[in-house]
């Protein structure tokens, strides 16, 4: 049974930062790309940024130069660095890999 689970997603002021992680089980972690998508109200779910197995990153362009991704094979984690935060940047975060979705963590951006 494979199993996302996202934390770390919280109420944070603009340009401040969060560290989102995603826990996987019942995959062999290391041989699957990584994503990330958000959705905020109203809106369609939208790719933040992916992972390649290699370790090779694409960041949609409202996120560039702010995010970062990475991963911990050894750990079955992939994180996501958000610093500068704005406030169009909340929504409900979502970890994804294939046809796997985690629960979503809620990001809030406001002061």
């Known amino acids: 049974q494979v199993q996302l689970v996202e934390s770390g997603g919280g109420l944070v002021q603009p340009g401040g930062s969060l560290r989102l992680s995603c826990a996987a089980s019942?995959?062999?972690?290391?041989?699957?790309?990584m994503k990330w998508y958000r959705q905020a109200p109203g809106k369609e779910r939208d790719l933040v940024v992916t992972?390649?197995?290699?370790?090779?990153?694409n960041y949609a362009d409202p996120v560039k130069g702010r995010f970062t991704i990475s991963r911990d094979n050894a750990k079955n984690t992939v994180y996501l660095q958000m610093n500068r935060l704005k406030p169009e940047d909340t929504a409900v975060y979502y970890c994804?890999?294939?046809?796997?979705w985690g629960q979503g963590t809620q990001v809030t951006v406001s002061s």
């Open positions: 992972i390649s197995t290699g370790g090779m990153t």
């Open positions: 994804n890999t294939r046809v796997w």
């Open positions: 019942g995959i062999f972690f290391s041989r699957f790309d």
